[in-house]
């Protein structure tokens, strides 16, 4: 293996224990909060409508007790890896609630094998603005799936009536929140970890800018169950 090569030419003894996992590698990432210049180019993405899971409540699998909680995530208008993303919170939906929102959830949960009743979809999420470039602020959970595993997709529709999907795929640009693995995903980012917790921020280039993305669609293969907490848009000039 090229883990115990590696070892033999620092002069270290080989050994047939596995690689430590990058979570005892990666020190916690912390976040701050975004200032108003760092939100100019940008468009928070409004998932208030279509969420349906609120983050201090259970994450169950079937069957099972709860068994985490999406509480110490921070949130609000923060800077994940330099990019800036709304992240709901408790008090910002009781003040939509007072105005007429109809939902009282802070992200989009969907349907894998060990969630079964979640919805397999997520459609009709607003964005109606030319776009360079789409952030996810994301993750899976009880990911048990060979690495580029198809988990889901997000689907952009265009004002001229065609649509592209962005192919979620394990270990590619989304991985399982229990950063239970020995490499992060090789196309996203750890934008957020504590402790063994962690979420992911991936980027879309999108290859048509000039044409204004009306809607996204989130869809779940049925595998892994997905979690989204936010979107931004990065604006094209």
Known sequence: MIYNRLLTNLGIPATNEEPIPFREMLPDIRVKKARPAELQGYFLVDLIPHCNQVFGGPHRKAGSSPTFHLTRIPSGKVLFEGIPFFVLDSGTVAARLAIGAESAKTCIVLKGKDWPDAPQAVV??????????????????????????????????????????????????????????????????????????????????????????????????????????????????
């Not at 607003?126 to 899976?140: D, I, N, P, Q």
């Not at 996204?216 to 293969?221: A, E, W």
């Not at 907490?229 to 000039?237: G, P, W």
């Open 124 to 237: 009709g999420i607003s964005v109606y603005r030319k776009v360079k470039t789409l952030y996810f602020l994301h993750a899976a959970t009880w990911v048990d799936f060979p690495a580029g595993t198809e988990l889901g997709a997000y689907r952009i529709h265009y004002q001229d009536g065609s649509s592209v999907d962005y192919p979620l795929r394990n270990m590619k640009n989304i991985g399982d929140w229990y950063l239970g693995g020995s490499a992060p995903p090789s196309e996203a980012k750890v934008a957020w970890k504590e402790r063994d917790r962690g979420l992911f921020m991936a980027a879309w280039p999108n290859p048509k800018p000039e044409t204004q993305i009306s809607t996204i669609d989130f869809v779940s293969s049925g595998e892994a169950t997905l979690v989204l907490l936010a979107i931004t848009a990065e604006l094209a000039e």
